[in-house]
Each structure stands twice: as structure tokens, then as C-alpha cells.
């Protein structure tokens, strides 16, 4: 059994695939890879071939080192040595550098008085996240008169009757990553 063979037993979900860094371009956020002659086709996204060159996203590998590349993306440097026996190192669920999904504080409890404009963003109880991001109403009823804009995190409108909403949302990001808000409620008066 080559080293390879035994290698893609230990690794998860194809294709992943080895190949060197040839360039860097910083501006872009990308790497130039070269793929080893020899590497088995069973390696390979059908789009590259052994021999071949082709630009994955990512800059943490140096020049003329190897890289573990899934999807497109630079995940780690493959160890120098026997790849077989080392640690390929930690997956990175961000390879953008992007910061992680995450609720900034407790959104506040709510007040708006019927017939007069409302609006109230949640945007800052939030951070990170991959773009695109939607906001979403996870549980709760937004009062008469007022709506929920997913793409702006907003409640906005003229409340049209008195009455006590208790809302929870929530922000997932283009990676699938959720995070959920503690209630408040939207009093209207």
C-alpha cells in the first residue's frame, strides 16, 4: 500500500489532494499550486490534472511547501517527512480568516407607540460570520403594522395596535453557522 493510500484512509471526505505552493498573491487572498507528477487520478477534482497547476484560496503556506487542499481552499501545510506517521494539523472552519459567528450582547427589550414610524436594527448584537449573512425570526410574531427585513436585521414600520411581542432571531452566514438570540419583546403602545 503506497504512502498515499494509507494517508487518504486517515483523512475525511475527498477530494482533498497535496500539492505545492508555487506563488502568493497577497491582494487576492490566493496561491498559485503545482500538483506533483505521479499523484494518482483518483486525487484529483476533475478539473486539474497530475502535473497541472490551478489557484486555491488561502495564504498561510509558504512558497515551495506542500499544502492540503480541499474544495478549492488551503486548509493546513502537509508536514515535511513521512506524511503517513505526522500530524496533518487542525481543519480550519474559516479559511477566509473571517471571525467566527458570534452574539455581541443581550438585544434590549423594545418600545413603539401605534402610528408612529419604528425601526430598530439587531445588526449590532451580532458579529462575523462568512457574507452573505440573513437574519431570521426564529420565534414570535412581529407586530401589526411593522415587518422584518432579513437581508438588513430590521423591524420597521407604523405599528397599526397596542399589544406585547416576544421575538427571538436569529444570523446564519453562508457556511451554515447560526447563532440565536436571547428573547426580548417589542412592546407597542
Given amino acids: 500500500m503506497s504512502a498515499y493510500t494509507r494517508l487518504r484512509a486517515l483523512l475525511p471526505a475527498p477530494p482533498l489532494l497535496l500539492a505545492r505552493v508555487v506563488s502568493i498573491n497577497e491582494t487576492e487572498g490566493t496561491s ?5 507528477g505521479g499523484l494518482p487520478l483518483s486525487a484529483l477534482s476533475p478539473q486539474v490534472s497530475t502535473g497541472g497547476t490551478f489557484t486555491a484560496r488561502g495564504t498561510s503556506v509558504p512558497v515551495d511547501k506542500l499544502a ?3 474544495a478549492g481552499v488551503i486548509e493546513s501545510q502537509a508536514p515535511d517527512g513521512d506524511i503517513v506517521d505526522a500530524v496533518i494539523g487542525v481543519v480550519s472552519p474559516n479559511p477566509d480568516g473571517l471571525a467566527e459567528l458570534a452574539l455581541v450582547g443581550t438585544i434590549p427589550n423594545q418600545t413603539a407607540i401605534v402610528g408612529v414610524p419604528y425601526a430598530f436594527t439587531v445588526v449590532p448584537y451580532f458579529t462575523g460570520g462568512t457574507p452573505p449573512v440573513l437574519f431570521a425570526l426564529e420565534s414570535g410574531v412581529i407586530p401589526a403594522g411593522l415587518e422584518g427585513n432579513a437581508l438588513e436585521g430590521t423591524i420597521r414600520g407604523i ?3 397596542a ?3 416576544t421575538l427571538t432571531v436569529s444570523l446564519r452566514d453562508s457556511t451554515g453557522a ?9 412592546t407597542v403602545g
Avoid: C, H, S
Avoid at 498559485?32 to 506533483?36: D, E, F, G, Q
Fill in 32 to 36: 498559485l499550486l503545482a500538483i506533483p
Fill in 68 to 70: 492540503v487542499v480541499r
Fill in 159 to 161: 405599528p397599526t395596535a
Fill in 163 to 165: 399589544g406585547t411581542a
Fill in 178 to 186: 447560526k447563532v440565536i438570540a436571547e428573547p426580548f419583546t417589542l
